[in-house]
T-cell receptor, first 113, second 113 residues
Framework: LAKTTQPISMDSYEGQEVNITCSHN???????ITWYQQFPSQGPRFIIQ???TKVTNEVASLFIPADRKSSTLSLPRVSLSDTAVYYC??????????????FGTGTRLQVTL | GAVVSQHPSRVICKSGTSVKIECRSL??????MFWYRQFPKQSLMLMAT?????????EQGVEKDKFLINHASLTLSTLTVTSAHPEDSSFYIC?????????FGPGTRLLVL
C-alpha cells in the first residue's frame, strides 16, 4: 500500500485559497488519489478523486503532476466551516476487488477570521 | 455521492457485554466493506475487510474472535465487539466502495463502562 505524507497542520484566514500537498512517492500504476475531509466525531467525507493532471469539482481542485508522486488539493476561498482534517489516500481504483486504504496523519486545517 | 449509514450512532455498554454495529450501503451494493477504528486525535486505523459471503480479513494485531464481522448481504455488514472492555471504547467507522470511490459511514461512538 502506498504511503502518503502530508503536513500535520495548516492555518489560513477566511477567504484565502488553501493548497495542501501530499507526497506519495511509491504510488502504483493502478492507484487513484482521493482526498477526504473529516470533522470531529464524523466519518470522512469524499472531496475529490483523480488519477492524473487536474480534476475540478464544485468544492475543490486536485492537481497531479506527470510523475504522480505528489498531489495538491486546492480549496478556493476557505470559510470557517472548512476547519477540519484533510486526508490524502492512494489505492487501487481499478475494477475488481475494493481497495484497502491506509490513512496517514492527515492535515489539520484551521481557518480563522 | 453514494451513502453509507451506520447504526447506532453511539452506544454505551457495561464491561463484558457485546455490542453490534451495523453498516449499510443505502443506494449501491458492496461486495466489500471495511471497518476502521479511530481514537481521539488520531487517524483512522483499518481493522478488517468484510467480504460478502465469505470470511473477513483482519489486519495484523486485530483479534478476529473479539471483533466478529458478518457480511450477509450486498448492503449490510455488521461488526460485533464481544466481551467489550473500556479499552475498546473508540469511534468505529465503516466504508464501502462504489465505482472506484470509497464512501464512509458517519461512525459509531462506543463507550464501555
Amino acid at each position: 500500500l502506498a504511503k502518503t505524507t502530508q503536513p500535520i497542520s495548516m492555518d489560513s484566514y477566511e477567504g484565502q485559497e488553501v493548497n495542501i500537498t501530499c507526497s506519495h512517492n511509491n504510488i502504483a500504476t493502478n492507484d487513484y488519489i482521493t482526498w477526504y475531509q473529516q470533522f470531529p466525531s464524523q466519518g470522512p467525507r469524499f472531496i475529490i478523486q483523480g488519477y492524473k493532471t487536474k480534476v475540478t469539482n464544485e468544492v475543490a481542485s486536485l492537481f497531479i503532476p506527470a510523475d504522480r508522486k505528489s498531489s495538491t488539493l486546492s480549496l478556493p476561498r476557505v470559510s470557517l466551516s472548512d476547519t477540519a482534517v484533510y486526508y490524502c489516500l492512494v489505492g487501487d481504483g481499478l475494477g475488481g476487488t475494493a481497495s484497502k486504504l491506509t490513512f496517514g496523519t492527515g492535515t489539520r486545517l484551521q481557518v480563522t477570521l | 455521492g453514494a451513502v453509507v449509514s451506520q447504526h447506532p450512532s453511539r452506544v454505551i455498554c457495561k464491561s463484558g457485554t457485546s455490542v453490534k454495529i451495523e453498516c449499510r450501503s443505502l443506494d449501491f451494493q458492496a461486495t466489500t466493506m471495511f471497518w476502521y477504528r479511530q481514537f481521539p486525535k488520531q487517524s483512522l486505523m483499518l481493522m478488517a475487510t468484510s467480504n460478502e459471503g465469505s470470511k473477513a480479513t483482519y489486519e495484523q494485531g486485530v483479534e478476529k474472535d473479539k471483533f466478529l464481522i458478518n457480511h450477509a448481504s450486498l448492503t449490510l455488514s455488521t461488526l460485533t465487539v464481544t466481551s467489550a472492555h473500556p479499552e475498546d471504547s473508540s469511534f468505529y467507522i465503516c466504508s464501502a466502495e462504489d465505482r472506484e470511490t470509497q464512501y464512509f459511514g458517519p461512525g459509531t461512538r462506543l463507550l464501555v463502562l
